[in-house]
């Protein structure tokens, strides 16, 4: 079986989460997979500046967050960042990997596929290197022309990449991987039957805003049930629990810091008030529940709000006093929430994870494939001289001397194309045709 490095960092909690679903996708599949945050692996600095900066542009400065993410999203200032974060940063990433020796490589952050691109141009690895794009639109960042295959979250994500310069064939609209339970269908009974129920979130964050949110829903008159989940945010969990103590006793809330059991609550719910971050709204999508997004970082979430916005899966609101007027239309009208539920499952990418497993296996199949045609285009080099192989590996429609050649010489087959490419990347060599001249070669 193959070493899988799995490659995320810290920045919110989407990243690590896929990276992790993948992991436990891959072990399960009996491969050895190893999960590496490549910002903590060596260099505490960049540890501090990366994810406490991201923690406060993100929380406390999100207008400035989503200015930065805009200039580093245009094409012309990529170069710049790109060579500054490598210089700093592609040595550290290089020691990994000659310490890990993995067979294929698997990004979830778009930092790290910056670097991994910079190590295979200057011809260090060939490892195959597969990047999932855990938003609904793709940053400039993760655009690469070394990556070899992107997971995106949908076929709108990939259209955006196509326009990006990425070539279609290397795109697979597969969905973001998430935890299988979220693709399992309840068996349980309504935990609060009766009641309208609401499941509100901030993230792994947890986002302040939610106490405006959750003072609006518990000012309402209609029967409702919330489910208030603030993350690892202990200082609002806290807050929320004093401020909100009379609709908790009169058994209307229930708010929790970090939980594990969100496919449960998300059963449970009717809507989901959440910023949309891609791991949420993938949880969402696959659990077919609507959302409501009255706050989110701008950036890529605000992007993501969008894309589920005209799709009708989900109502982004601009002001919090607009909640009310939306969950009692929801209520009145049962088709409002059938027909979001409806959008959902047009946008529903079905079991990401055993795709991306499927794709894993298939890069390396053609891995050890190209592999076996370099050992025997050496073989042959060594036999007939360079310029030999040159002209046999011509193709001339849709075939080559070359490729049939090693199929009855060695039984191994080859389209034709694929031995050309693959002799002009790893062979082709003005000198060495020089020192072949005036060999012959009876070769048809």
Partial sequence: ?????????????????????????????????????????????????????????????????????KITNRELLDGPFKKL?????????????????????????????????????????ETPFISIVTDFEAHQTYVDSKVDAYVTGSRHTRAGLIKKGIASEKIYPLGIPIKSEFL????????????????????????????????????????????AVCGNNKELKNRLTEKHAHAIADGK????????????????????????????????IAKNLPMIIPFFIPGQEEENADFLALREAAVKIEKEKDIEPIIKSMIKDPGVLEGMRANMKRINMGDSLEGVIALAEDLLKRKGKKEKLKELLEKEIGLLGTYNVWTAVHVENGRSVMSRRLLETYGEEFDAETVEKVFIEDFYDDEAFKKDAGKSCKLR
């Fill in 253 to 284: 809330l229930n708010v929790m810091g970090f939980v594990d059991n969100i496919s449960e609550l998300m059963d449970d719910a009717d809507v989901i008030i959440t910023k949309p971050g891609g791991l949420t709204v993938s949880e969402s």
């Fill in 85 to 125: 974060f490598i210089r700093a940063e592609s040595r550290r990433m290089w020691e990994i990997i000659q310490e890990k020796k993995p067979d294929l490589i698997v990004v979830t952050h778009p930092f790290a596929v910056k670097l991994i691109g910079a190590i295979k141009k200057s011809n260090k690895i």
């Fill in 184 to 227: 399992k269908d309840s068996d349980h009974p309504p935990l609060h039957p009766g009641k309208f129920t609401v499941l509100l979130m901030g993230g792994s964050m947890g986002l302040r805003g939610i106490k405006k949110v959750l003072s609006r829903l518990t000012a309402m008159d209609e029967d409702l049930f919330i489910h």
């Fill in 1 to 69: 079986m193959a070493k899988i490095m799995i490659i995320t960092a810290s920045t919110g909690g989407g990243h690590n989460q896929v990276a992790a679903t993948l992991q436990a996708g891959f072990r399960e599949r009996g491969h050895e997979a190893e999960l590496i945050d490549f910002i903590k692996e060596k260099n505490k600095m960049l540890e501090i500046l990366v994810e406490e900066g991201y923690e406060i542009l993100a929380g406390r400065f999100p207008k400035l967050y989503g200015e930065l993410y």
